[in-house]
């Protein structure tokens, strides 16, 4: 990857007018800019030969990794072609998505999008379902010799304890 200064290369395009349509078509220099957390067309050894100011604005780590992900996504297309391939990283406390097409040849198009959110959702739902099964896996050996009061302090500290797993530090309340 080329330092900093020479991969932030700025391309300029015009509004294109159809003429069948009597509004011009949107300005794709203004698209490219807000698409996402960022674009970039990466060659396909991993070199970014353009990218727009929002991916440009992240560190050096994401770019190593977006480039990496935008290579191995080419080469399963290259592989198997279709139009388009995803491929999910972590870096840090985040998590990536760059979903990437080829280009001119020997090029590739890579939009990165922030998935941080849905990552920790999706975690979470998974946390849940382990727990859930966790609670429905009572041992019949331990439960059957317990009177309904015992069952009830039994069934409320495993809820209590999968809660504050699931809740990590937020305040919540169980009412049985």
């Not at 849905?118 to 975690?123: E, G, I, V």
């Amino acid at each position: 990857m080329r330092g900093a200064s020479s991969v932030r290369r700025h391309v300029h395009f015009h509004a294109v007018t159809d003429p069948a349509s009597p509004a011009p078509v949107h300005d794709a220099h203004a698209l490219l800019l807000e698409i996402a957390d960022g674009v970039g067309l990466v060659s396909e050894s991993g070199e970014i030969l353009w990218m727009a100011p929002r991916l440009a604005a992240l560190d050096a780590e994401r770019l190593r990794l977006f480039a990496t992900a935008c290579v191995e996504a080419g080469r399963d297309i290259a592989s198997q072609p279709r139009r388009s391939r995803r491929r999910r990283f972590p870096c840090g406390e985040s998590f990536y998505e760059v979903v990437v097409t080829p280009g001119t040849p020997g090029t590739l198009v890579g939009v990165l999008v922030d998935v941080t959110a849905r990552q920790r959702l999706a975690d979470r739902i998974e946390m849940v379902d382990a727990l859930g099964a966790e609670l429905l896996d009572l041992d019949a050996q331990i439960v059957t010799p317990l009177n309904v009061t015992e069952r009830l302090d039994l069934l409320e500290g495993k809820v209590v304890d999968a809660m504050r797993q699931v809740m990590r530090g937020e305040p919540f309340e169980v009412r049985l």
